[in-house]
């Protein structure tokens, strides 16, 4: 069974830095690809960021291409999402997401496992 836990959201001011984790359990995560997504209220999930756990390549959405840093701990089995120079609409509940096997992907459906989420609240 595999267990993602998201950790680190809070209330920052605009400007500041906020960094995510996601702890995974249940299997070996050597082949996998990690994903965060974030979705904020009235709006649909969408892709932030990607990493493939094997070979540590990422990918970025747009929005946050520059200012966000997804990297991976294989010792600690963690996933981070170093958000700096943060923006009030980048104000949404931020997910972790898993999937076994495949490339990198923008896409929610392709992901199997996901976390609960955490808030991560910009204030102007």
């Known amino acids: 069974q595999v267990q993602l836990v998201e950790s680190g959201g809070g209330l920052v001011q605009a400007g500041g830095s906020l960094r995510l984790s996601c702890a995974a359990s249940?299997?070996?995560?050597?082949?996998?690809?990690m994903g965060w997504f974030r979705q904020a209220p009235g709006k649909e999930r969408e892709f932030v960021a990607a990493?493939?756990?094997?070979?540590?390549?990422?990918y970025y959405a747009d929005s946050v291409k520059g200012r966000f840093t997804i990297s991976r701990d294989n010792a600690k089995n963690t996933v981070l999402l170093q958000m700096n120079s943060l923006k009030p609409e980048d104000t949404a509940v931020y997910y972790c997401?898993?999937?076994?096997?495949?490339?990198?992907?923008?896409?929610?459906?392709?992901?199997?496992?996901w976390g609960q989420g955490t808030q991560v609240t910009v204030s102007s």
């Open positions: 990493i493939s756990w094997s070979d540590g390549s990422t």
């Open positions: 997401a898993a999937a076994p096997s495949g490339g990198l992907s923008v896409i929610t459906f392709r992901y199997d496992y």
């Open positions: 249940g299997r070996t995560f050597s082949s996998y690809r």
